[in-house]
T-cell receptor
Framework: SQKIEQNSEALNIQEGKTATLTCNYT??????LQWYRQDPGRGPVFLLL?????KEKRKERLKVTFDTTLKQSLFHITASQPADSATYLC????????????FGAGTRLAVHP | EAGVAQSPRYKIIEKRQSVAFWCNPI?????LYWYQQILGQGPKLLIQ????????DSQLPKDRFSAERLKGVDSTLKIQPAKLEDSAVYLC?????????????FGEGSRLTVL
């Protein structure tokens, strides 16, 4: 069956360190993958999109990699800050271009001063 | 630019009662989604509209859930009758593109508690 897996355990890191979050999937061949941030009581907010033919994408302190052989995406936040504390969701397009996104359960990140 | 508007933000009902949620997407966005997010889980797609046509409703429990998008703009999601397991946040999202890739813009959600 199809599955998206994100670290279920919360990730605790020290301020200034790099946070690395993992998104693994099975039995999918997504055309692209997106990462969202969700704060408690709020809707998800889009961060980055990476296509299957792209290995890496960067935006300010954020970096996403996409390995279609390993069926894995890594999401990095460099020089992390307490304000980065949130749940991060990965989402895969299953529709081959109709923007039908399926979300993982998310990983909660806590950045400590 | 105004964001995706949803109402009500909170609703508490008894099981077997009915409830309706309303969503107003960002102006000009062709695609509208309803997601259900149960506590501790990721959003689960219930239904996707392209303008006022349904693209995908394979995960919508059609015996109790219904959704419509009149004139390709606002949308309502109805649950009748509600069950305890329907307690969740119902998220509405919209995206600009007609097909193809694009980010989703989410509303703040409507939190439903079924007692």
């Amino acid at each position: 069956s199809q599955k998206i897996e994100q670290n279920s355990e919360a990730l605790n890191i020290q301020e200034g360190k790099t946070a690395t979050l993992t998104c693994n999937y099975t039995n999918y061949s997504p055309a692209y993958l997106q990462w969202y941030r969700q704060d408690p009581g709020r809707g998800p907010v889009f961060l980055l999109l990476i296509r299957e033919n792209e290995k890496e994408k960067r935006k300010e302190r954020l970096k996403v990699t996409f390995d279609t052989t390993l069926k894995q995406s890594l999401f990095h936040i460099t020089a992390s800050q307490p304000a980065d504390s949130a749940t991060y969701l990965c989402a895969l397009d299953l529709s081959g271009g109709y923007n039908k996104l399926i979300f993982g359960a998310g990983t909660r990140l806590a950045v400590h001063p | 630019e105004a964001g995706v508007a949803q109402s009500p933000r909170y609703k508490i009902i008894e099981k077997r009662q009915s409830v309706a949620f309303w969503c107003n997407p960002i102006s000009g966005h062709a695609t509208l989604y309803w997601y259900q997010q149960i506590l501790g889980q990721g959003p689960k797609l219930l239904i996707q509209f392209q303008n006022n046509g349904v693209v995908d409703d394979s995960q919508l429990p059609k015996d109790r859930f219904s959704a419509e998008r009149l004139k390709g703009v606002d949308s309502t999601l109805k649950i009748q009758p509600a069950k305890l397991e329907d307690s969740a946040v119902y998220l509405c999202a919209s995206s600009k593109r007609q097909g193809g890739t694009g980010e989703l813009f989410f509303g703040e959600g409507s939190r439903l508690t079924v007692l």
